[in-house]
């Protein structure tokens, strides 16, 4: 599909740059905390500083009578409104549906994990409200805190006294293949077997959570500015579930949002507080995060405890994986956390492998932390840092090649469509040409000399590599149906052509760092011959767009790209007609071609402008046939999520005495599909293994035994800086195209955080074996700290 | 962060004045008292701001030869201009990151000396002077232990003079999140003797490591502290490494800046 | 209250503020010059950095009275006089060196105030300088590539498109 011109002209496949960034580079980008409205007041929520508690009263009296307060609210106030309702019903294996205790707007009864708001102040400053909030004598009777995952499924204390359990589910998949996988690794003449964790994060999106609530009394209508993944699902869910604010009632706006990473996917109580304020008030109500609040209350991450088994033949044919995973979904269900351990991990628990037998267990698990829930990647990342630990570990007791083992086990071109033995359809793939790309990437074949080099400085060099698939642009509304998703996850996008030929173009998806507002056009001005710069992205406002499911799970391109292209087309259909009115032609005879409609085999032709300028003024225009006008809606539901896979390698550098590990070279060959514009992709799959790299050496979020966050600020929480991460070699070119969208495209957002943290972990250990200690495993983070332990044996 | 009235002296007489106010506090250059304020842990009354008094700012040398530096002295400066001192210098060029090291100022280091800060590290190993309004006080006699010092309450530090050591290094250890010391280790030779002070590792605060010091003073070698084994039963302990860990590495890190110092 | 002045960005402008005002607050709520973000609350993310008589400084970790009579340069001052993208900006698009643009400004102030100092930065002189500056989209190979070609550097050899 990438044209050999198209640098030039800025359509499919060139690198154009982002025509956002002028404003995010001259300080004219507009976040939602950048927002001021007028008499607008500010909200401070009074927040839980113990991990487990029952609420025995709260005295706002004193609270009230303070300068500048004008409201105070209680989990008393919204006893009767709704609970913010989890996305996904997963079923225990025994039948029983997941328990789903109600997620509160203000703690009500309990508070179930430090940073748990039970107040919030309303004031005319920020200042105020804080001083308020000082002031409020809340009675919380602290309980003993249910942290650790292993003694949380084992009984004891309860984070919630309702549902008898802290276990949420406990899930098969697939469950009728439960006895044949057991029976397999029984009979298996080789088993690895490798306990692990995948260490809990803090998405950390450099912009806080933020939100202001406007209500115009005059129309009952409220406005919602948040910072927002997908305003849609934001509104439906205030709407359907939480206040009951007719959808027509309530506009979400997310304006220029500062990265989300999943966390701000979700609705969250601090929303639905601000309008209510705003109501009550009448007077706009702002929210926005500290970081210290951030790291307390934004959705986490991963925190999965997991025992997975391979089975192979002696010459390293796979026979089966086996998993067990504690899930921990921490003291209240977030949107997407039982999708998130379930079905976007279980599912890919067969990797890019013909291995026959996969059955996947897990058990959600209740603590009082704080919700965790889907972070870049989301399950998958999960599933091929499980897999391909252990087929690291395997190659080495059997005396395999890693590179080797992977291939021989690897789904080859011709078997496409494949039907993994973990329940999904791979449309396309090829990994072994990857795999040959990453070779040579990575120089290979130069690894030995640099290891020597590396020992002569008293280092230890390891090499690692990785192979990984996921399955994302997350739909298609049939599927995940089944699956127990309770929304649909299709995509909506809208083709205005103005009168004057240029265009607008409104899509479901959010930008929050993605470059939408270049690559969307890039793919209508190739479909339409136009100048990209005559077309604008309208996006993030629910007044503005049709609908729209928002931006996660690699989607954006690959949904909501996908609907732009059906509404250009249904545009080119209607523009043929009328250009064939004009041209006083047979509407088949139309070729459109760089922006020109023409008669076949003629010289006679209108430009897009002209056909646009006669939609609008309809003089001489046959009305009985075709409508005036020049506007086009699709929804476009995929049939299959998309397959995006890769290879990847790093070296790393040990230092015995310290246990620092240094990443010195990382490569990633990706297959994403046909591309739309290669500077974009390179620049996400960068993203991704900065992430992912943290994920593996230096992010750790820690609670102690109470239930306080010992990780609480960047003081504690380590963030990738500059100097802890190289260049990276990336190649994604050569895709196979997705065989089921237009585009013939895959997402590509997440998979450097899918791919790198195995890959990682998977060099330390080679390096430290290198160095002669029978070390198999290191625990994520690898901080020097457990890297020394480690060696220490 | 609660309020306050903020001043801002010109002179050192005027700031001690200010500070003689009930729950007046002073400000350096705030890079770790505004996050402690915003948290809403501190609650000064009134916030002397140390930034003004152009008599606290500067490098010069004494005529004693040490290297004098003004307690309101930026890190950056220190790093720019401690020339006749290149460890220190070094050091400076290590605190935080470029920002802060163009507000944090030396006197404020010292003043709150964090367990993991760099500043208290050299000022130990050289052997410093720690000048205040009121008197001067040996480095040996200014660490109490975990953000104590010898200051009473309205003292300010108004200078810091280094001797200057034959040679010298820092060798620091960053804790990932927070690029503090996880452990830092200043070694300081000087025609006497080596002095050799830790930060970062114990619970009670930088420390001068004695036994490491005798054994460099007889040999000043790596190899002379390679045997040498501290225990970590009173080293910190917490997410970024036990004590036991933090005890090896001051052994490690001594031995490196013993090295980068020959 | 005090009342400060200051020149930003080349403007005399005069306020009265608390004690406790932020630099970044006055910047943001009095001045309107939301360019100056706020990421965290322990001085460490970087997005708030501006320049204070020349200097690189966290604006959330300074008060605005501490700035009476200063020099204050934030991102909004950064562009060239014809309202185009300077060439640290320019290198920055040009070497998709920003996603979601939070952290952007503050990268900027920091890479002005090291091409000040270091008009040639190695790839480590870039990385250390950026210590105090956190991206969580990049994974920094656009914005180390964008500084160094912003410096006059061959960046054509940095890997990947």
């Known amino acids: 599909m990438p044209k050999d011109n198209a640098d030039e002209k800025g359509g499919i496949g060139a690198a154009t740059t982002r025509r956002e960034d002028f404003r995010f580079l001259t300080g004219a980008g507009q976040y939602t905390d950048d927002i001021t409205l007028q008499g607008q007041t500010h909200a401070v929520f009074a927040r839980s500083d113990v991990a487990n508690g029952v609420i025995k009263s709260i005295d706002t009296s004193t609270a009230m009578g303070m300068p500048g307060v004008l409201a105070i609210f209680t989990g008393e106030d919204f006893v009767d409104v709704g609970g913010n309702p989890a996305g996904w019903l997963i079923n225990s294996r025994d039948g029983e549906p997941m328990k789903e205790p109600k997620r509160p707007v203000l703690a009500h009864g309990k508070v179930r994990h430090v940073g748990d708001a039970y107040a919030a102040v309303i004031a005319e400053t920020k200042q105020q409200a804080q001083d308020a909030v000082e002031a409020i004598e809340a009675d919380i009777e602290e309980l003993p805190a249910v942290i650790d995952m292993a003694s949380a499924v084992a009984g004891g204390g309860l984070v919630h006294d309702e549902i008898e359990t802290n276990v949420c589910f406990d899930w098969g998949w697939i469950e009728d293949n439960r006895a044949a996988t057991d029976a397999a690794i029984k009979a298996a003449p080789h088993v690895t077997t490798l306990e692990l964790v995948n260490n809990r994060l803090v998405p950390n999106a450099m912009e806080p959570r933020a939100s202001i609530a406007d209500y115009n009394a005059g129309t009952d209508e409220y406005t919602l500015y948040t910072t927002s993944q997908n305003p849609h699902l934001t509104r439906l869910l205030i709407s359907a579930f939480v206040l009951g604010i007719p959808e027509n009632k309530l506009r979400v706006v997310a304006p220029d949002v500062g990265g989300g990473f999943g966390s701000k996917i979700y609705h969250y109580g601090e929303e639905a507080l601000v309008l209510a304020a705003a109501k009550k008030l009448k007077r706009p109500v702002k929210w926005t995060a500290s970081r210290s609040e951030a790291f307390l209350t934004d959705a986490h991450g991963r925190d999965h405890v997991t025992k997975i088994e391979l089975a192979c033949e002696k010459d390293g044919t796979f026979i089966a994986f086996r998993t067990e995973t504690m899930a921990n979904v921490g003291a209240y269900l977030s949107n997407f956390s039982t999708a998130t351990p379930t079905f976007l991990h279980g599912t890919l628990m067969a990797g890019n492998y013909t291995v026959p037998n996969v059955y996947v267990n897990v058990k959600a698990v209740f603590t009082n932390t704080a919700p965790v829930d889907a972070y870049r990647g989301a399950g998958r990342p999960e599933a091929t840092y499980s897999i391909e630990r252990v087929i690291d570990m395997c190659a080495r007791e059997l005396g395999i090649d890693p590179i080797e083992l992977r291939r021989k086990n690897f789904v080859k071109p011709d078997q496409y469509p494949f039907a993994s033995a973990a329940g999904l359809e ?194 001489q225009f046959p009305i009985e046939d075709i409508e005036p006008g020049l506007e086009e809606t699709a929804f476009y539901d995929p049939a299959n999520f998309t397959y995006p896979s890769g290879a990847y390698a790093c070296e790393v550098e040990v230092d015995p005495e310290t246990g620092k590990v240094t990443v010195e070279r990382f490569a990633a060959a990706d297959d994403f599909g046909n591309i739309i514009n290669p500077m974009i992709v390179t620049g996400q799959v960068h993203g991704g293994l900065g992430q992912g790299i943290g994920q593996a050496l230096i992010e750790q979020t820690a609670y102690d035994e109470s239930g306080q966050l010992l990780s609480a600020s960047y003081m504690d929480y380590a963030m990738p800086r500059a100097d802890d991460l190289p260049f990276y070699q990336v190649d994604h070119s050569d895709g196979t195209p997705c065989t089921h969208n237009p585009l013939g495209v895959k997402g590509c957002g997440e998979a450097g955080a899918i791919g790198s943290p195995p890959t990682v972990v998977n060099a330390v250990v080679d390096a430290i074996q290198s160095g002669g200690m029978d070390v198999t495993h290191v625990d994520m983070p690898l901080t020097p700290a457990r890297v020394w332990n480690a060696m220490q044996g | ?181 996880l452990v830092g280790v200043m070694v300081a030779k000087f025609a006497d003797g080596v002095r050799v002070a830790v930060t970062g590792a114990s619970e009670n605060g930088v420390f001068r490591w004695k036994e490491a010091e005798q054994a460099l003073s007889a040999n000043f070698s790596a190899d002379a502290v390679s045997d040498l084994a501290l225990s970590g039963d009173e080293m910190i302990s917490d997410l970024h490494g036990s004590g036991e860990y933090r005890a090896h590495l001051v052994n490690v890190m001594t031995g490196r800046a013993v090295k980068a110092a020959s | 209250m005090a009342q400060v002045s200051m020149t930003v960005n080349g403007k005399t402008v005069s306020a009265d503020v608390e004690g406790r005002t932020l630099l970044s607050e006055f910047l943001r709520s009095d001045l309107h010059l ?90 480590h002189d870039v990385r250390a300088y950026l210590e105090g500056n956190i991206c969580r989209c990049t994974g920094y190979h656009n914005i180390v590539k964008a500084i160094m070609a912003a410096s006059g550097q061959d960046v054509s050899s940095i890997a990947a498109e």
């Open chain 3, 34 to 123: 939301t360019g100056t973000h706020v990421g965290c609350d322990t001085s460490q993310c970087g997005a708030c950095v501006v320049h204070v008589n020349g200097d690189a400084v966290k604006a959330c970790t300074m008060f605005a009275a501490e700035a009476d009579g200063a020099d204050v340069g934030t991102i909004e001052g950064q562009a060239n006089e014809d309202g185009t993208l300077n060439n640290i900006q320019q290198a920055f698009q040009d070497h998709h060196g920003l996603q979601c643009g939070f952290c952007t400004p503050g990268m900027v102030m920091s890479a002005a105030a090291l091409l000040k100092d270091n008009p040639k930065p190695s790839e």
């Open chain 1, 426 to 619: 791979y449309d396309s793939g090829n990994y072994d040409a990857q795999m040959d790309k990453l070779e040579a990437l990575i120089d290979r074949d130069g690894f030995a000399a640099r290891r020597a080099e590396s020992e002569k400085n008293g280092k230890l060099r390891g090499l690692g590599v990785n192979a990984y698939i996921e399955a994302c642009g997350i739909a298609p509304s049939n599927l995940v149906g089944i699956l127990g998703s309770r929304v649909g996850l299709y995509d909506a996008a809208t083709v205005r052509v103005n009168a004057t030929g240029n265009l607008s173009v409104m899509v479901g998806a959010h930008s929050h760092g993605q470059g939408h507002e270049t690559a969307f056009p890039q793919v209508v001005a190739d479909m339409l011959g136009v100048d990209p710069a005559s077309i604008d992205i309208v996006h993030g406002d629910t007044a503005k767009i049709p609908f729209g499911m928002g931006t996660y799970g690699s989607r954006s391109l690959a949904v909501c790209g996908s609907a732009v292209v059906r509404a250009t087309e249904k545009i080119i259909a209607k523009a043929k007609k009328i250009a064939a009115h004009m041209l006083e032609a047979a509407e088949g005879d139309i070729e459109l071609s760089d922006g020109q409609f023409s008669v076949a085999g003629t010289d006679k032709s209108v430009s897009f402008g002209e056909v646009a300028l006669k939609a609008y003024i309809p003089h």
């Open chain 2, 1 to 181: 962060m609660y309020e306050f009235d903020l001043t801002r002296p010109t002179t050192i007489a005027d700031a001690v004045a200010a500070l003689n106010e009930e729950d007046a506090q002073a400000l350096g250059g705030g890079q770790t008292l505004i996050p402690t304020m915003k948290q809403r842990l501190a609650m000064p009354s009134k916030l002397v701001s140390l930034g003004a008094i152009p008599e606290m700012k500067g490098v010069c040398m004494s005529d004693a030869g040490e290297v004098c530096i003004g307690g309101a002295t930026p890190h950056a400066v220190v790093s720019a201009e401690a020339t006749a001192f290149p460890g220190l210098a070094d050091l400076a060029g290590q605190i935080g990151d470029p920002a802060v090291r163009n507000r944090g100022t030396i006197g404020g280091s010292l003043a709150n000396n964090d367990p993991s800060a760099c500043y208290p590290a050299a000022a130990l190993a050289a052997g410093a002077t720690i000048v205040t309004n009121s008197r001067e006080i040996a480095a040996d006699d200014f660490f109490e232990g975990m953000f104590e010092t010898s200051l009473e309450e309205g003292e300010i530090i108004t200078e810091v003079r280094f001797p200057v050591p034959e040679v010298s290094h820092y060798e620091k250890f960053l804790q990932p999140a927070s690029r503090f010391a």
